[in-house]
């Protein structure tokens, strides 16, 4: 298990294009791939990804694959008097044995990795301990340290996954990986039968990258959850059935050398609290602020960023955008030019929201003391690019005077 504060290292993924065959290589992070050979784009998708260590094991030996989940984003708690948050990169084991170790320590940063799939001979085990079990087991190493009341969690920017780890027997469970032995010399009436697993049934799926409106490439980055369609400014997002539209607006900006960024804008009912409007915003955030009566009272929208950057700034910027309410002519579709990936999901999103309230409203106290009974539900939501100005060290955002520096935007892709 590892929790780490600085960036960690997006393992690699050896992989082959399924149109023509050619061998390539992954970051965990890549959803878009376009083959350096065939030049055929594809989208992979799964429901959780799933990889396999490499083996080095005699090929006599018959192996078995042990899985375990991995875990990597921003973790966060808030407390009475702040709000703590750390980069986490974990992975434990899914089966409830003590033979096996822990976790996959920093192989899985090490090594190179595969996609499981049904071609790999061995009987892979089925995970015994749910995700939510494991996340429970975390919680309770990790919360042993932090002063009570913890009002919220949440994890953001998470990457799920599982790593199959090989092993087999020879007198003793044995890491195929070293060819090490990890138990002692197991009892004459040890019975592998035990071990209950099958020859694995999952595969990656590939969608094609053509807009269902026009039949256009859709465009994006390597680590892109949404592609956009340059020639009918529409925006998709995958899906079981293949790629449903998002609603996307922006803003477009006068200056030259801009960058969009996006950001997720949702509404949504708050329980306990009265946050309805910008009135009820300046009210509770304790803003100086003075709403007279016949100004405009616009609907409050929670913002998030739907792209990574480092914790502490990821609830700054959720807060000051929130605060900001950022307002102005939004013109349908996606600008022109120059947009940011979107790497942060909806689902990302909306797991900020009470973050980004207990920060937000004043005093402190009142919002900890409600925050565990508060039930956010959203209503709707909307993709929204804003432009920001690129100058010497940072992106300026002018009209609201938010600045992104470069550097911490371009090393979060390996949050």
């Known amino acids: 298990?590892?929790?780490?504060?600085?960036?960690?290292?997006?393992?690699?993924?050896?992989?082959?294009?399924?149109?023509?065959?050619?061998?390539?290589?992954?970051?965990?992070?890549?959803?878009?791939?376009?083959?350096?050979?065939?030049?055929?784009?594809?989208?992979?998708?799964?429901?959780?990804?799933?990889?396999?260590?490499?083996?080095?094991?005699?090929?006599?030996?018959?192996?078995?694959?042990?899985?375990?989940?991995?875990?990597?984003?921003?973790?966060?708690?808030?407390?009475?008097?702040?709000?703590?948050?750390?980069?986490?990169?974990?992975?434990?084991?899914?089966?409830?044995?003590?033979?096996?170790?822990?976790?996959v320590g920093i192989r899985s940063q090490t090594l190179k990795l595969c996609f499981a799939s049904p071609a790999i001979k061995g009987r892979f085990l089925s995970p015994a301990l749910s995700f939510s079990k494991i996340i429970d087991i975390i919680n309770k190493r990790f919360n042993a340290s932090l002063p009570r009341p913890?009002?919220?969690?949440?994890?953001?920017?998470?990457?799920?996954?599982?790593?199959?780890?090989?092993?087999?027997?020879?007198?003793?469970?044995?890491?195929?990986?070293?060819?090490?032995?990890?138990?002692?010399?197991?009892?004459?009436?040890?019975?592998?039968?035990?071990?209950?697993?099958?020859?694995?049934?999952?595969?990656?799926?590939?969608?094609?990258?053509?807009?269902?409106?026009?039949?256009?490439?859709?465009?994006?980055q390597r680590d892109s959850l949404v592609l956009g369609c340059e020639n009918c400014k529409t925006v998709y997002k995958p899906d079981k059935n293949g790629f449903s539209k998002l609603t996307a607006v922006h803003i477009t900006g006068e200056e030259e050398n801009l960058r969009y960024l996006p950001f997720w804008r949702i509404k949504a009912d708050i329980s306990g609290i009265s946050l309805n409007s910008y009135a009820d915003l300046v009210r509770e955030a304790n803003l100086p602020k003075t709403v007279q009566p016949g100004m405009p009272d616009p609907a409050f929208h929670f913002w998030a960023p739907a792209f990574k950057v480092r914790p502490r700034f990821f609830i700054q910027l959720s807060q000051t955008m929130t605060v900001a309410q950022p307002a102005g002519k939004f013109l349908r579709g996606i600008p022109n030019s120059n947009l940011h990936p979107v790497n942060l999901s909806l689902k990302e999103g909306l797991e900020s929201l009470k973050l980004t309230l207990s920060g937000m409203i004043k005093p402190r106290q009142k919002v900890i003391s409600i925050l565990p009974d508060i039930q956010i539900t959203p209503k709707s939501f909307v993709l929204v690019y804003l432009p920001f100005v690129e100058k010497h060290h940072d992106w300026i955002q002018p009209w609201m005077n938010v600045a992104i520096n470069k550097n911490m935007l371009a090393h979060a892709k390996n949050l």
């Open 150 to 220: 913890i009002a919220h969690q949440a994890n953001i920017g998470d990457t799920l996954s599982i790593i199959y780890s090989p092993f087999y027997f020879d007198g003793r469970l044995v890491d195929a990986i070293l060819n090490q032995p990890v138990t002692k010399k197991l009892p004459d009436d040890f019975d592998i039968s035990v071990y209950t697993g099958n020859r694995l049934n999952w595969n990656v799926r590939f969608l094609p990258t053509l807009c269902p409106h026009c039949g256009w490439d859709l465009e994006g």
């Open 1 to 103: 298990m590892l929790i780490k504060e600085e960036f960690s290292i997006r393992f690699q993924i050896d992989y082959q294009c399924p149109q023509c065959g050619a061998p390539a290589t992954l970051e965990e992070t890549d959803r878009l791939f376009q083959c350096q050979y065939c030049r055929v784009k594809s989208y992979l998708q799964a429901k959780q990804f799933r990889y396999v260590l490499p083996s080095n094991a005699p090929e006599d030996k018959k192996l078995i694959y042990v899985p375990y989940w991995r875990f990597k984003g921003m973790r966060f708690s808030c407390l009475a008097s702040r709000m703590e948050h750390q980069l986490v990169d974990i992975s434990h084991k899914a089966v409830d044995d003590e033979r096996f170790p822990i976790s």
